[in-house]
């Protein structure tokens, strides 16, 4: 099992529509969680960083974790063509930060 | 507030050559991290400087690849000889603090890298 596993999409969703990224993760112990968004050619850029339980809001962005499943996911409400790029689940593993592969999100016009 | 600076961005090589990346972390960031991003993966940490101390080299192939961070601000990482499997993006980061992880970390722009 990897470490940190995403849907490697592409997810395709209209504009204005709700976007829902997906990520599991391997170790229980893990205690810290992050979105990072990638445009093609580009460098990560940090979205979202998550520790607790629950849900965690800023702007159009939600993450939500569930440490008891194992979950982290993000949700993009109001999605704009300029939130097409690649996605990256982040999870602190043995104190190393370890990334999913990522999910390619399209957003049409 | 300048950000994280890598070069070259581009770099062509042929196998068993040599070469390096230079990286120069935010000013004041104690914390620099090197990545590797091979197309369609995730990055994966080579390895994380705390200063001038390496904090984890563990994924570090340490046959070929070498890192430093004199002083505690410009980083190199250079790999001898190079492989076919080392083409990738090389992407450098740094966190404001030192001794965690869950710092927020600030990436350059990246070195992309062709083994011929």
């Known amino acids: 099992q990897k470490e940190v596993e995403q849907n490697s999409g592409p997810l395709s969703v209209p504009e204005g529509a709700i976007a829902s990224l997906n990520c599991t993760y391997s170790?229980?112990?893990?205690?810290?969680f992050f979105w990072y968004r990638q445009y093609s050619g580009k460098s990560p850029e940090l979205i979202m960083s998550?520790?607790?339980?629950g849900d965690k809001e800023d702007g159009r962005f939600t993450a939500q974790l569930n440490k008891a499943s194992q979950y982290v996911s993000l949700l993009i409400r109001d999605s704009q063509p300029s939130d097409s790029a690649t996605y990256l689940c982040?999870?602190?593993?043995?104190?190393?930060?370890?990334f999913g592969a990522g999910t390619r999100l399209t957003v049409k016009p | 507030e300048a950000g994280v600076a890598q070069s070259p961005r581009y770099k062509i090589i042929e196998k068993r050559q040599s070469v390096a990346f230079w990286c120069n972390p935010i000013?004041?960031?104690?914390?620099l991290y090197w990545y590797q991003q091979i197309l369609g993966q995730g990055p994966k940490l080579l390895i994380q400087?705390?200063?001038?101390?390496?904090?984890?080299d563990s994924q570090l192939p340490k046959d070929r690849f070498s890192a430093e961070r004199l002083k505690g601000v410009d980083s190199t990482l250079k790999i001898q000889p190079a492989k076919l499997e080392d083409s990738a993006v090389y992407l450098c980061?740094?966190?404001?603090?030192?001794?965690?992880?869950?710092?927020?970390?600030?990436f350059g722009p990246g070195t992309r890298l062709t083994v011929l």
């Open positions: 980061a740094s966190s404001r603090l030192a001794g965690g992880m869950a710092d927020t970390q600030y």
């Open positions: 170790d229980r112990g893990s205690q810290s």
């Open positions: 998550i520790y607790s339980n």
């Open positions: 982040a999870v602190i593993v043995n104190n190393d930060m370890r």
């Open positions: 000013s004041g960031h104690a914390t």
């Open positions: 400087f705390q200063n001038n101390g390496v904090v984890d």
